[in-house]
């Protein structure tokens, strides 16, 4: 039996606090805890990196991370305030890095991007460090090499500062889970930033580097953004050849879609738009993730659809069109972008005179990773109620746990695509 205390696994549980296994809800809610603050702790970092910081921020995680030592390990009800408090510290460290993200690389522009290739040499970074992209692009200017996103790295290319770059010029690839085939597909040299790098097959593996908070054994490791073993590799790799690809939309930022508020509310209120989707979050790899690409597709043509982190890749290939000029598809950006997403929400419900429960907002959200948790738990702390989530349950939320959810905001877990849409609609 494992002792939340001691930390450590013992037979017949441990007999010095003789609390252990006891209670799976405390247990599951410190696991939530745990979680939520490795997310609220990835926010924080990349802000920090661009010179951002919030001594309120750092405090809580120190104070949250030292509780689960404490007594309140037994108090579910203390915990449950420290996880919605999490929420709160959350939406703090996605403001933080929203700040830090527009005042180091301008504020985001709708920008159209390839998913081709152009011919010459290229680099496919991966992750959701902009600072080590912006440094690698400029240590890559003049030197016959192409910059590629992967993954969360798409919206890099809507920030005035890192889009002035013609070398930054295509994404490739999708979510995470399909890294393994893409990098496989991908000739030139790869740079894993942060989370979500998967171990390498040995065909790309000497192609592959690593650098920050990112490492593979076996993989070489760049410190202090010297990128130059990365670029030597790249040259000596093949060239790419010129490739068609489809155009995808990205780049809208909250502000970029405030300033569209009146627009928006008249097209509410003239019944030209129904509802709005949030349809996003860490996608979760395997058939039932399908389901988003089902929901996304059959989204009624009056209904916009808001998307955010790499769930959006299950979808965002799909043409869907726009409602007097403004697309149906709205992609937020990064998963630290779920900040944009809710001051969209916020300014809905005040230009609407009503609370955020009450607008014509839905949020259908997969969740695999821990700062999907982090974001899960701000918008709890924002007492929104009736969100989605899928494809299944985490395992660490225990039922107790679940229950409570269900019963103070009305947590769903998702059914059928079509069944969850029309319950939405009604
Ligand atoms: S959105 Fe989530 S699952 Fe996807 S790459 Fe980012 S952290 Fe990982």
């Not at 403001?95 to 301008?106: C, M, V």
């Not at 597909?185 to 171990?199: S, W, Y």
């Not at 000497?206 to 990365?230: E, P, Q, W, Y």
Request: charged share 25%.
């Amino acid at each position: 039996m494992f002792c939340y205390q001691c930390s450590q696994t013992m037979p017949g549980g441990c007999k010095v606090h003789g609390v252990c296994g006891k209670d799976e809800d405390v247990a599951s809610l410190q696991d939530i805890l745990i979680f939520g603050l490795k997310g609220i702790a990835a926010y924080n970092y990349h802000a920090k990196r661009l010179g951002f910081s919030d001594a309120k921020i750092d405090s809580f995680i120190n104070e949250a991370l030292f509780t689960t030592l404490t007594n309140v390990n037994f108090d579910a009800d203390r915990f449950i305030e420290y996880v919605l408090k999490a929420g709160q510290m959350n939406i703090k460290a996605m403001e933080i890095l929203d700040r830090a993200h527009t005042a180091r690389f301008g504020f985001p522009q709708v920008t159209k991007v390839s998913t081709g290739a152009k011919e010459g040499h290229g680099i496919l970074v991966t992750g959701h460090d902009l600072l080590d992209l912006y440094e690698l692009i400029k240590q890559t200017e003049g030197k016959g090499i192409n910059i590629y996103t992967h993954g969360e790295m798409l919206p890099a290319h809507s920030y005035p500062e890192l889009k002035k770059f013609k070398h930054l010029v295509a994404n490739w690839g999708g979510a995470w889970a399909k890294q393994r085939e893409e990098f496989d597909d991908f000739p030139g040299a790869i740079l894993a930033t942060t989370n979500c790098v998967l171990l390498p097959k040995d065909s790309y593996r000497d192609r592959l580097f690593t650098c920050s908070v990112a490492g593979i054994k076996g993989v070489k490791h760049i410190k202090n953004m010297d990128f130059s073993d990365l670029i030597k590799k790249a040259q000596s790799l093949s060239r790419l050849k010129n490739k068609e690809g489809i155009t995808i939309l990205t780049g809208f930022h909250y502000r970029n879609v405030l300033e569209l508020t009146d627009k928006l509310i008249s097209l509410i209120k003239d019944g030209k738009i129904r509802h709005f989707f949030l349809i996003g979050g860490c996608d979760t790899p395997g058939k039932k993730g399908e389901y988003y690409r089902e929901f996304a597709r059959i989204v009624p043509k009056d209904c916009l659809i808001l998307t955010l982190a790499c769930g959006k890749y299950r979808f965002n290939d799909l043409d869907f069109g726009e409602i007097e000029g403004i697309p149906r598809l709205i992609d937020l950006g990064q998963c630290n972008n779920a900040y944009s997403a809710i001051e969209i929400v916020k300014a809905l419900a005040e230009a609407l005179n009503t609370d955020v429960n009450s607008l014509p907002v839905s949020l259908v959200l997969t969740w695999f990773e821990q700062k999907a948790v982090a974001i899960l738990l701000s918008l709890l702390a924002l007492n929104i109620k009736g969100i989605y989530i899928g494809p299944v349950a985490p395992e660490f939320i225990s039922k107790g746990v679940f229950n409570v959810l269900r019963d103070k905001f009305d947590l769903r877990l998702i059914s059928q695509s079509e069944k969850d849409l029309q319950e939405i609609l009604k």
